[in-house]
């Protein structure tokens, strides 16, 4: 006989899980009792969205579902953020939430939340665990629903009385990933549609690579001399400085880019799903019925055909296809390889930085700089706002995990997600971007990264507003400036406030001292950037964009 508390732990050491991220609260108790006699690591977060970040930052860079806990009513409802990204990234996560007593159930008691209607929309499955000795059955659920398809979010609801109660229960299994492949004769007619083309463009996206996998890929490419693009926020699929990569096929996308996508007569998608930022709210790849011949390799039979109608379905995970194709030759000369080097080309002018641009800090050099000096195994995280452009489009990236930053378009996400990269790969640099607004929607957790002594670097780019929506609506409503302009903290006072370092770069020369102080200090650090809101775009300050010049 066991308490539900020690059989949620016993599943979860089952089914893999080494670490956890929570909030501690009362209502799952019994839980944090038996995880005090586990292996598993309980990292314990500042705020419940902090936590569920972290837990996306794991699911996303090792493939396994990242664990969290936090406790019912405002623990879970701050945690829905993390749910919310996980959700649209497809990003295995399993959130377990502490829930009121059953005998409370149903009347409004304290802090009690119907979980399965909050979400429903923002989660892939959500379930309550009634009876104890039912917990090694859905936990082990949990984990397959969160893997397998399409990866997302799981919420798991467990009563207190739950949780206190004891049961018999049989010893929980691993849970079984689902794998699926392509067929040959699907890889016929794929290779017989490429040899037909004559402007083919590869894109690839979503979630259930890996490294071997990633390198896969650049095989087909140099086989088949294809040009490949990186979905939004998925840069770190493709070596960005290979002959074959071709740019991001995101928000600001390269012009040059973006019309060979709509000239080309066929479009391999892999693993992504082409929503409205990549897609350039589907004007790139038109919904329902694309100009282009479509080749959607997706690991769930659900997405293909939902947004696009495509010539060719393939079910199978990019994992799975990669291997599988790569075994297949390509024409000995193309008759598309120069558009491929031609769009290399344009790629590595698109994506180097300008030199100068108003006030006395350039984000251009400090970028060259950064270039230079990280090695190409650091992870870069973010979260979301024009801060984020220097980093898109203007960062290299060389290898697959290096790169942890929402689709969603959350803000906050940067230092939580440092802070579990940090955590997962010790030995790596790991730098976080922020804006000064996204870095204070979730900024406690830099206590986190202090606590566990976790030396992540947050370049935090301050310009006084919420800068994005300042660009829109200055764009807009020129000259109505309204509920975007900030007064921020001393954020390097405010790193040292909490046992960390801090450095404040006025002019742009301050900048690579500052960041080697930071690195050499063996603390998490915070790198302020004062930034001249005018900058607000590598291209574009804030008065051109006010007055349409």
Not at 494 to 507: C, I, M, N, Q, S
Request: net charge negative; proline share 7%; glycine share 8%.
């Amino acid at each position: 006989m066991k308490t539900g508390g020690q059989l949620i732990v016993d599943a979860l050491e089952a089914n893999g899980t080494d670490r956890i991220y929570c909030v501690p609260g009362e209502s799952y108790l019994a839980v944090l009792d038996a995880l005090h006699d586990s292996p598993i690591c309980t990292i314990v977060c500042r705020q419940e969205g902090g936590a569920a970040m972290m837990a996306d930052c794991h699911g996303r860079l090792t493939g396994k579902p990242g664990v969290c806990f936090v406790t019912r009513g405002p623990g879970a409802t701050n945690a829905s953020a993390g749910i919310h990204i996980a959700m649209q990234d497809s990003v295995p996560v399993i959130l377990f939430i502490g829930q009121v007593a059953s005998h409370a159930k149903q009347r409004e008691a304290f802090q009690e939340v119907d979980y399965v209607r909050f979400f429903g929309g923002i989660a892939k499955w959500v379930v309550e665990i009634d009876d104890a000795s039912r917990i090694p059955e859905f936990v082990t659920r949990a984990f397959a629903v969160a893997t397998s398809g399409r990866p997302g979010p799981v919420v798991v609801s467990l009563p207190e009385d739950m949780l206190t109660s004891l049961a018999e229960a049989p010893a929980a299994q691993h849970y079984t990933r689902v794998e699926t492949a392509p067929g040959e004769a699907e890889l016929d007619r794929l290779e017989a549609l490429l040899n037909a083309a004559k402007r083919p463009m590869v894109i690839l996206g979503g979630t259930r690579w890996d490294a071997n996998a990633v390198q896969e890929m650049q095989r087909i490419a140099e086989a088949w001399s294809l040009p490949v693009g990186c979905s939004f926020r998925r840069q770190m699929l493709f070596d960005h400085l290979h002959p074959n990569y071709a740019g991001d096929v995101g928000i600001g996308i390269n012009p040059k880019l973006a019309e060979a996508i709509k000239q080309a007569d066929l479009v391999l998608l892999i693993g992504g799903r082409m929503g409205e930022m990549p897609s350039s709210d589907y004007t790139l790849l038109k919904s329902p019925y694309p100009d282009q011949t479509l080749v959607h390799v997706h690991a769930d039979a659900g997405e293909l055909g939902r947004v696009y109608r495509p010539t060719l379905a393939i079910n199978a995970s990019p994992s799975a296809f990669v291997r599988a194709f790569a075994r297949r030759k390509g024409p000995a000369t193309p008759n598309w390889a120069d558009e491929t080097t031609r769009l290399h080309s344009a790629y590595l002018d698109w994506s180097t930085p300008p030199e100068t641009g108003p006030g006395p800090v350039q984000m251009g050099p400090i970028m060259n700089y950064l270039e230079t000096v990280l090695p190409d195994d650091a992870i870069l995280t973010n979260g979301a706002g024009n801060y984020a452009t220097w980093v898109h489009r203007f960062h290299r990236s060389r290898r697959f995990a290096t790169q942890a930053a929402p689709t969603s378009g959350s803000m906050g996400y940067g230092t939580p997600a440092a802070v579990a990269a940090k955590d997962l790969f010790p030995d790596r640099d790991v730098i976080a971007f922020a804006g000064d607004g996204c870095f204070l929607m979730n900024g406690q957790e830099f206590a986190t990264a202090v606590q566990y002594n976790l030396p992540i670097v947050v370049i935090v780019v301050n310009n006084g507003i919420y800068g994005t929506i300042r660009m829109h609506q200055e764009r807009e409503y020129p000259g109505r400036v309204v509920a975007t302009e900030l007064k921020n903290p001393d954020f390097a006072a405010l790193a040292r406030a909490y046992g960390g370092h801090g450095e404040t770069v006025a002019k742009t020369a301050d900048f690579a001292p500052a960041f080697e102080r930071a690195r050499a200090s063996g603390k998490p650090s915070i790198v302020e950037i004062r930034l001249d809101p005018e900058a607000i775009t590598p291209t574009r300050t804030m008065t051109q964009i006010r007055d349409k010049t």
